[in-house]
């Protein structure tokens, strides 16, 4: 089902039938890099990942990340944006992640930009926040393209690895 639309993609929900696309993401250099490693390493896997995480974020919070259909390529999926509601924060979470191949070409500001317009106006949120690896420059970049600013350093999870959050208030 779609949630919006852009100039070049179609955003819409992550189903179990994204698997083969989810366990092909999860697996790229900057995910595994900037994200980490999650041990999605079969499509069983995949399919865990999307039970456990995108759909119980649909049923519980209303909103989560969504795949990034591109229209120009018989809406292939090229990625993931989307909003998290992570137990470690105090917020809501934008993240997005493309696959090597469409990075750089925009689809990042485009897809987010239309994001937080969805947290503003149909999820009513008054604030979204950002969370990432201090040396994933191009999400920094990305993060102030969108209006988020730098606030502080934290370290939210268990393997105590340092994080800038961003935020930005609607």
Not at 49 to 67: D, M, P, V, W
Request: overall charge neutral.
């Amino acid at each position: 089902m779609s949630i919006a639309t852009t100039e070049r993609l179609v955003i819409e929900a992550i189903t179990i039938a994204d698997a083969q696309f989810i366990l092909e993401l999860m697996n790229t250099p900057h995910w595994l890099a900037y994200i980490g490693d999650r041990n999605v390493k079969t499509l069983h896997h995949a399919e865990r990942a999307i039970k456990n995480t995108h759909l119980k974020s649909y049923r519980e919070n209303g909103f989560g990340f969504y795949k990034l259909l591109l229209k120009s390529e018989n809406l292939i999926p090229i990625g993931v944006c989307g909003l998290i509601k992570r137990e470690e924060l105090d917020g809501v979470d934008i993240g997005f992640a493309l696959l090597p191949e469409f990075e750089g070409k925009g689809f990042g500001f485009e897809s987010a930009t239309e994001i937080l317009k969805l947290a503003e106006n149909t999820f009513h949120l008054k604030e979204v926040i950002a969370i990432v690896s201090p040396e994933n420059s191009n999400s920094i970049k990305l993060l102030e393209k969108l209006g988020l600013s730098y606030q502080k350093k934290v370290t939210p999870f268990p393997d105590k690895k340092e994080l800038l959050l961003f935020s930005k208030r609607f």
